[in-house]
């Protein structure tokens, strides 16, 4: 870190806090406004942790990849700024580099430059980079600042279903010590983890709550153009969990129980007719994550993974028959792979330790919940449309997530969004399990 950094980082820190400050009026109750500046703060030091760990122990990486074409951008502000807009309408990939802008071309990096997903999160660290000073560290608190956005988001959706939970709901959604080092730094899984903390308050005030203004849609549209590009699957997940709680809120709001029964088989029907829509919009702009180029995504994502990998640090999920009938068939080892490993003794030392020591915890709190009243909360689940979402989601980013990563590195990365959401439906499930518990023992409070 360079001595002009050392200085701005902190009246950086000060400035982007007063930005923040103005999401805390959000809150529905006082106990949500506890957190708040704690949780930003904790933003903050992990995005600039990450930025020194890959910096003088890794000596580079991903992070600094993306930090290298956002200089770029600055170097165009400073030297020709009229050549910016061009810059930043150049999307990568397969798109010729327009011929005014070719001798940046030099400078970019460039298997990122050739991948559009990693192009364009460069140009978003490029567009903070122009208000950085051309500093990495201030750069990512930026970042940071995102990252904390969607998170807030996230947190006051769950909580003010639960505002007794708040406390909890608070560490697990906006602490995780994994989840805030993953998602606070210049990477794709920082605009992923916002993107989907934002998604999952719009669905609860927009569809649920109803309470609609313009800001919100174009927010909305915004995160679903940057989960569409950096990570479709994602999106994927989020559409398909957030017709689930959309549907079964519908239901639950049914009063006859045979108009209830009788609409759970037609609301699976849209909901499963719905999610191929989706996936055909998605599949006709990201050819990649089209059904009929499915497989060889997933193949060609397992190879380099378990490539880049160190020695020890891959997985597999074993020969598998390519079809959606062969998927099914690991779907459940998929899971687990993405929830629960790495084990202890499979992370070694570093980073990878912190997300074990989170997986042991994890484990723990399923292996109690198991133990306590497993077929309790499947009805848990059933009644409460928001536990729902947040299995749903889950379960299908951790099966995305294990089938595709086959290296524990990329693993604790990309299981960032789902970590919060499973959490919180763990909390949630124990907090009604013991109520149903307290109701079965003493009849007369029903």
Known sequence: METYEILLVPIYIAFLTAIASTLKKKASFKDQENYFYLALLTKFFFAIMAGLIYKYVYLGGDTYNFYQIAQVYYKCFTNEPKLLWEMFMYEGGNQAIPKS??????????????????????????????????????????????????????????????PKLSKTLAFIIMLMPSVCFWSSGIFKDTITFACVGYLTYFMD?????????????????????????????????????????????????????????????????????ALFQVLNVIGENQKKYSVENMFNTIETSQKWHAHVSQEGKSYSLGAYDQSFLGLLAIMPEAIFVAIFRPFIWESGLGLMLLSAIENLFISYLVIQLALRNFRAFFRIISRDPILLYCVIFTLTL?????????????????????????????????????????????????
Request: contains cysteine; aromatic residues 22%; glycine residues 2%.
């Open 101 to 162: 802008i070719d001798h940046y071309n030099i400078y970019f990096y460039s298997w990122y430059r050739a991948e559009t997903s990693a192009f364009f999160t460069s140009k978003i660290a490029g567009f903070f980079n122009l208000f950085s000073f051309n500093s990495y560290f201030i750069c990512s608190l930026f970042f940071a600042l995102i990252a904390f956005w969607g998170n807030w988001h996230l947190y006051l959706a769950i909580s003010s279903y639960y």
């Open 398 to 446: 951790a099966f995305m997530v294990g089938v595709s990563s086959y290296n524990f590195g990329a693993l604790t990365r990309y299981r960032v969004s789902f970590v919060p959401l499973l959490l919180s439906a763990i909390i949630i499930a124990r907090k009604n399990i013991s109520a149903m518990d307290i109701l079965e023992e003493n009849p007369s409070n029903k």
């Open 205 to 273: 005030t927009f569809f649920i709550r109803k309470k609609r203004t313009l800001l919100d849609i174009i927010t909305a549209l915004v995160c679903i153009y940057f989960l569409n590009i950096i990570k479709a699957y994602v999106l994927v997940c989020v559409a398909g969990a957030s017709l689930f709680w959309y549907s079964y809120n519908l239901r639950k709001n049914v009063k006859s129980a045979f108009l209830k029964n009788a609409l759970t088989p037609i609301l699976l029907f849209v909901i499963v007719f």
